[in-house]
């Protein structure tokens, strides 16, 4: 089952390289009950062989899979939308307010787990001076970090992943170095690039609706022609 592979990846990541001075390693899989709540969450919404579309964050922060262990799922969303108890500070994530609105909007949490897989381009996140630190910011993580990230995406794609099409969260610096890395390691056919939900929700908050109904769009029709192209017999 999916869930399992997700499991297994996730039990045994590390880093096992040095990372620049001052910056600390967020990983909460080494933590048995973070890694309670991931069997849950995955059992739940992963227990098929079914194939999903990847949506590519940057890096776990601090409130939400640094700290509940599920990409852009914070403790209050953990609890009331997913239905996953845990004893976790409940507060607020922007990333994770957005994402649960998209898919309130789409349809529910567990229809929309059907078709999507949250990952990143490190799965493992990083601070610095107690806030969260992306990979791209120092140089020196990002070079250093590259053959975990690439060891970390092979091995996903190799659960029989959607490869034709992925969503990069990120149109800035995230975006440029995926697109960049996917030209030299062919990852996926297309990648395409949405605004980031902190940057929607901490920026545009405003124009909330407009990038709600753009995520909607986007997912939907991606759906269909996901959906259309699975469906097309081959010609003999």
């Known amino acids: 089952m999916l869930a399992e592979q997700i499991l297994n990846f996730l039990h045994h990541l590390k880093i096992d390289v ?25 059992t739940k919404y992963y227990a098929d062989n079914e194939s999903r579309t990847l949506l590519i964050g940057i890096n776990p922060g601090r409130l939400g899979a640094g700290l509940t262990g599920v990409p852009f799922t914070d403790p209050i969303r953990l609890k009331e939308i997913c239905k996953i108890e845990n004893t976790l500070p409940a507060k607020p994530e922007l990333s994770s307010d957005f994402i649960y609105r998209v ?17 990143s381009v490190s799965p493992i996140g990083f601070t610095l001076k107690g806030k969260n630190l992306n990979y791209y910011d120092v140089p020196l993580l990002q070079k250093r970090l590259k053959p975990f990230m690439q060891t970390c995406m092979r091995t996903q794609l190799s659960w029989g992943l959607n490869t034709r099409v992925a969503f990069c969260l990120g149109e800035g610096e995230n975006f440029k170095f995926l697109a960049a890395w996917n030209k030299e390691e062919k990852f996926f056919q297309e990648i395409i690039s949405l605004p980031h939900p902190r940057f929607i929700m901490q920026y545009k908050r405003r124009q909330l609706n407009y990038y709600l ?6 997912k939907t029709d991606l759906i269909i022609r ?8 081959p010609v003999l």
């Open 18 to 42: 040095p990372v620049p001075r001052g910056v600390q390693v967020l990983n909460p899989y080494q933590q048995p009950a973070i890694f309670d709540l991931c069997k849950q969450f995955y």
């Open 103 to 119: 898919i309130d909007f789409l349809v529910e949490a567990h229809a929309f787990y059907q078709k999507f897989y949250f990952s």
């Open 213 to 218: 109904h753009l995520y909607v769009k986007t």
């Open 226 to 233: 996901v959906e259309y192209i699975s469906n097309i017999e």
